[in-house]
């Protein structure tokens, strides 16, 4: 019991900051190379920052197992650090999102609403060919309500949280690493 006591406590909440930055820097980074060269709606910077969020939380957990627990991480305690590292992620990411939309690049988000509306008109013509211009107009009014660099930001922060245990399900059986069980064997 005492030396339970006197054991360490694991860190949690610092290596997950420290990895959130480096994967936060990292996608940002990449937005503003995609922004600096007129492509930041694309597909492929999509792609690229999920790809590079993936890459980041497998650093991440293998990293934290071997740097801060000495070689050995449970399950549990791997999917709840990369949760962290996502909601971490996401808030740096939802707060640099917010900026970008409405202080830089306001115009981005009009190219935004402006995707939106293609988006919005095309679906409701594979959905319905003979539409009305009222159930065109509710339809493109219900969605551009959630883009604004607010929800941006507020579904930034979800969505990499989610994301992070999302993936964290998966890294976590491939990363985890039990301690062997001490004493002797009979």
Known sequence: MENEMNKP?????KPALNYSLLISVALIILSLVFYLVGHSTSAVHGWLGFALFVVGLIYAAIMYRNEYNGGYIKYGSSLGFL???????????????????????????????QDTIETAINMMYQLNPNYSDAELDALIDLQLRFQTPFFKAISGIVGYTFQGFLFGLIISIFVKRNKPIEGPVE
């Not at 406590?9 to 909440?13: A, P």
């Not at 990411?93 to 609403?113: C, H, K, N, T």
């Open 83 to 113: 949760t962290i590292v996502g909601l971490i992620t996401g808030v740096i990411v939802g707060v640099y999102s917010f900026i970008l939309y409405s202080i830089i690049a306001p115009d981005l988000m009009e190219q935004i609403r």
């Open 9 to 13: 406590k694991k860190e949690l909440f």
